[in-house]
């Protein structure tokens, strides 16, 4: 079983290419599965049924574990399995049918539209950090741009002059993004400074080294600039939700939206219509007279 495992995880890299942090998931969780697997004595992952991987998720939920990192799981598991037929080890997927539990499904922070402009029109230091931040900030915001994406666009994906940028998306999928007018402005300031830079690496955000930024990297200089300019916590993702929330906002054209983030699924672009909503709650609240709800409501 191990052994198959491995090759699993072997294949998702070389052939589907998933991100590191895909493939961190499917070890986790996969190996949640192999040891529930051992303490039931299945020598095979044939041996594995419906039946056991009900009392396994009845088992975590009992423990703590979300609904969404259960469904998570289940996913990895028909990964797997989807994997091991196609290779003939295996004739069944014991997580078809099986749904994980509901739980409260968290609405996105998202910066309002004054906290989005507050941190995009703060002062910018006019050297190599500074420069590549606040283009980094304006093309996450302007093109709701995933942080793997982001970090894996190269000066040749980016059209200056046409105002478009091209990404790689979940699942290899390439899309082509709109970029505003301010965000244009500031890699334009940015590529001069680069250019200052020794650097061979075709990426479009690099360090002062001249190698592409890592996400980690991305994330703490995010983070920095909330911190400074807006005096709370900040990261990418907050970014790409307030861009979609300001979008849906302004247009309510949903399907829009979901071609402008990459989402297979409209039902994950429908969260950001419960932002919507609760926005149009709160002006209610502030201005009818009559009308002012509870607080708990």
């Known amino acids: 079983m191990q052994v198959q495992l491995e090759a699993f995880f072997t294949y998702l890299q070389a052939q589907r290419q998933v991100s590191v942090h895909t493939l961190s998931a499917y070890r986790s969780d996969l190996a949640k599965v192999f040891e529930f697997s051992q303490r039931q004595t299945l020598s095979a992952w044939a041996d594995l049924q419906i039946a056991h991987l009900r009392e396994l998720v009845a088992e975590l939920h009992k423990g703590g574990l979300s609904g969404r990192s259960i469904a998570r799981l289940l996913s990895a598991v028909r990964g797997l399995y989807a994997y091991l037929i196609r290779e003939g080890l295996c004739l069944h997927d014991p997580a078809a049918g099986i749904r994980p539990p509901k739980g409260p499904r968290k609405l996105p922070k998202v910066l309002d539209v004054d906290r989005a402009q507050q941190l995009l029109d ?17 093309l996450l915001y302007s093109s709701g741009l995933r942080l793997s994406e982001l970090v894996g666009v ?15 998306g979940k699942g ?21 400074v680069r250019d200052q830079v020794k650097s061979d690496d075709p990426a479009l955000f690099i360090g002062v080294r001249g190698r592409r930024m890592s996400p980690q990297l991305v994330r703490e200089r995010v983070r920095l600039a909330g911190a400074r300019d807006l005096g709370q916590h900040l990261h990418p993702h907050m970014l790409r939700h307030s861009f979609a929330s300001h979008i849906l906002e302004s247009s309510h ?13 409209i039902s994950t672009t429908q969260i950001y219509t419960h932002l919507d909503f609760q926005h149009l709650a709160q002006v209610y609240d502030q201005a009818h007279p009559r009308a002012k ?3 708990t409501e």
Not at 253 to 265: F, I, M, P, S
């Open 122 to 138: 703060s002062p910018v230091a006019d050297d190599f950090s500074g420069c590549r931040d606040h283009a980094i900030l304006e």
């Open 154 to 168: 190269d000066i040749v994906d980016i059209d200056l002059q046409q105002g478009l940028v091209t990404v790689l």
């Open 172 to 192: 290899n999928k390439q899309r082509l993004l709109p970029v505003g007018s301010k965000a244009i402005a500031a890699v334009q300031r940015w590529l001069v």
């Open 253 to 265: 054209d949903l399907r829009a939206v979901q071609e402008l983030l990459g989402h297979a699924d």
């Open 293 to 295: 709800r509870k607080a």
